[in-house]
């Protein structure tokens, strides 16, 4: 039910732009966010954007990404500027409804050094 695209390799200082569509979404989306899990890490957040379009940021990325969200399609993106190599990991999309949450399958970022 969500769709993420847009991952690949990259070298650092590069950009990579994510999306992820939501589809058969019970219940008003209150959140959308992205999420990643570097090898042999634990899954971090990254951003999220509320229903009311405020964005927050892990301190990692402030700055450097940016999360937007496009509610007629139930779209999420998220543009990757200024990429470092510890930025390589499995992004997920994840949305949150009145109801549950929901995740993406991932897509995975490789940023070369």
């Known amino acids: 039910q969500l769709q993420a695209c847009g991952g690949g390799l990259v070298q650092a200082g590069g950009s990579l732009r994510l999306s992820c569509t939501a589809s058969?979404?019970?219940?008003?989306?209150?959140?959308m966010a992205w999420y990643r899990q570097a090898p042999e890490k634990q899954r971090e957040f990254v951003a999220l954007?509320?229903?009311?379009?405020?964005?927050t940021y892990a301190a990692s990325v402030k700055g450097r990404f940016t999360i937007s969200k496009d509610n007629a399609k139930n779209t999420v993106t998220l543009q990757m500027n200024s990429l470092k190599p510890e930025g390589t990991a499995v992004y997920y999309c994840?949305?949150?409804?009145?109801?549950?949450?929901?995740w993406g399958q991932g897509t995975e970022v490789t940023v070369s050094s």
């Open positions: 994840n949305v949150m409804s009145v109801f549950r949450q929901y």
């Open positions: 058969g979404i019970t219940g008003r989306i209150n959140v």
């Open positions: 954007i509320n229903n009311g379009d405020t964005t």
